[in-house]
């Protein structure tokens, strides 16, 4: 089963297995960083958890399933590789199982939701 790794994308290029970068500045990178105001105009700001999160809840609307099928696709099977910490929530997790839990990549799961709503 693939795995995260930590990283930068010349650290995953070095790799003699097949691993893609999918840490800032990639095509997979997460919008939304820890940090970050949430949503809300009133939030706090944002933890990793729920950076992950939403973007998770981004790639299950309407346009992000687009993306979702597309992802799933190019990365099934890889391990990924972010610079995020390796015990903090990390939107490479997202992207690892939306890869490899189900063959059709409609899984998307947060803490909050299991399945891509149809």
Aim: hydrophobic content about 35%; overall charge positive.
């Amino acid at each position: 089963m693939p795995v995260r790794l930590r990283g930068a994308s010349q650290d995953a290029a070095a790799l003699p297995t097949a691993c893609e970068y999918v840490g800032p500045r990639s095509r997979y990178a997460n919008p939304f960083k820890a940090g970050d105001r949430s949503p809300s105009q009133l939030g706090p700001p944002m933890d990793a958890a729920e950076a992950a999160d939403l973007f998770a809840a981004t790639l299950r609307g309407p346009v992000g399933r687009c993306y979702a099928a597309r992802y799933a696709r190019a990365l099934r099977g890889l391990d990924l590789m972010c610079t995020c910490p390796l015990d903090v929530p990390c939107h490479a997790d997202v992207l690892l199982r939306l890869a490899n839990d189900s063959g059709d990549g409609n899984t998307i799961r947060t803490r909050y939701s299991w399945k891509a709503p149809r």
